[in-house]
């Protein structure tokens, strides 16, 4: 009886100890899972943040580059005009144009 005693005690022993371990690989687990949770929290949410933003910057990308804008800024600032039909030319009557040589130190006007 006592050989069976003694294996009822190792028996038991192991499953106390591989009770033990399985515990703790259980929290640890847990554990882990809570902190991807927490860090897919943080992810979703900032995703949320960075997709506003893209909304906002396109919404001001299209008020910025509005034609009739530009148009406003080109003739307020830089004195610029529509093209008049008489200076738009054929890619081969730009060769009958004149072209000035410019020297070195030259300003042009």
């Known amino acids: 009886m006592s050989k069976r005693s003694g294996l009822m005690r190792h028996t038991t022993m192991l499953f106390v100890l591989l009770a033990g371990g399985i515990s703790t690989v259980l929290f ?3 554990y882990q899972v809570h902190e991807l949770e927490d860090s897919h929290a943080r ?3 900032e995703l949320g943040e960075e997709r506003r933003a893209l909304h906002v910057l396109n919404a001001e990308w299209a008020t910025l580059n509005d034609p009739r804008r530009l ?12 093209i008049p039909p008489r200076q738009v030319v054929r890619p081969d ?11 070195f130190g030259e300003e042009t006007q």
């Open 93 to 103: 009557a730009m060769l009958d144009i004149p072209v000035r040589e410019l020297t």
């Open 28 to 30: 640890s687990v847990k």
């Open 71 to 82: 148009e406003l800024l080109a003739v307020e600032y830089l004195g610029l005009q529509p």
């Open 43 to 45: 992810l979703v949410k």
